[in-house]
T-cell receptor
């Protein structure tokens, strides 16, 4: 069974440009999460989808970040326009249940804004 | 406001010995705790978890202990192996929180030959 897949693995963009990250969750997992790790610090929650609906977007830093999950399958996270502080590793995770269960993580997308 | 804390950024142990990684939390609503292991350039990999109704959970060489009154949990690895060298993250969630994980900053474990 395929795990969580993220694309691209690395992205280097200039400040002010737009970048779109993609996540394909484990098949059958209704719950999809985005997290971010900045400067080697803790991994921080960004948002949670249940199927195609945003369940919780309390961790989204600002309105330059837009997440979508059309059709309840893969998800995209767009940053527009990118700022220097957006640099970090963006992780996607998925889980079967919405409580008391482990989430499975993708390998992450390392975003560098220069 | 760090709700999950891992106060030791690094830990070094000899192969075959016990590794003990510690984690403290402040939010009393947390009722499910997990440990993830992370290698460089990879995503976190689930290791072991424990519900707040238990105080111990064991899986092979890995045991997690939970002390609710102290809001403390620990991960024991016995015996430690060189392949265990990685960053270990403690994470917590609560019922009704949508399985949203709150992570600690991680502890770099190095198992030396």
């Amino acid at each position: 069974e395929a795990g969580v897949t993220q694309f691209p693995s690395h992205s280097v963009i200039e400040k002010g440009q737009t970048v779109t990250l993609r996540c394909d969750p484990i098949s059958g997992h209704d719950n999809l999460y985005w997290y971010r790790r900045v400067m080697g610090k803790e991994i921080k929650f960004l948002l949670h989808f249940v199927k195609e609906s945003k369940q919780d977007e309390s961790g989204m830093p600002n309105n330059r970040f837009l997440a979508e999950r059309t059709g309840g399958t893969y998800s995209t996270l767009k940053v527009q326009p990118a700022e220097l502080e957006d640099s970090g590793v963006y992780f996607c995770a998925s889980s079967q249940r919405m409580t008391g269960s482990e989430a499975f993580f993708g390998q992450g997308t390392r975003l560098t804004v220069v | 406001d760090q709700q999950v804390k891992q106060n030791s950024p690094s830990l070094s142990v000899q192969e075959g010995r016990i590794s003990i990684l510690n984690c403290d939390y402040t939010n009393s609503m947390f009722d499910y705790f997990l440990w993830y292991k992370k290698y460089p350039a990879e995503g976190p990999t689930f290791l072991i978890s424990i519900s707040s109704i238990k105080d111990k959970n064991e899986d092979g060489r890995f045991t997690v202990f939970l002390n609710k009154s102290a809001k403390h949990l620990s991960l024991h690895i016995v015996p430690s192996q060189p392949g265990d060298s990685a960053v270990y993250f403690c994470a917590a969630s609560f019922t009704g929180g949508g399985n949203k994980l709150t992570f600690g900053t991680g502890t770099q474990l190095k198992v030396e030959l």
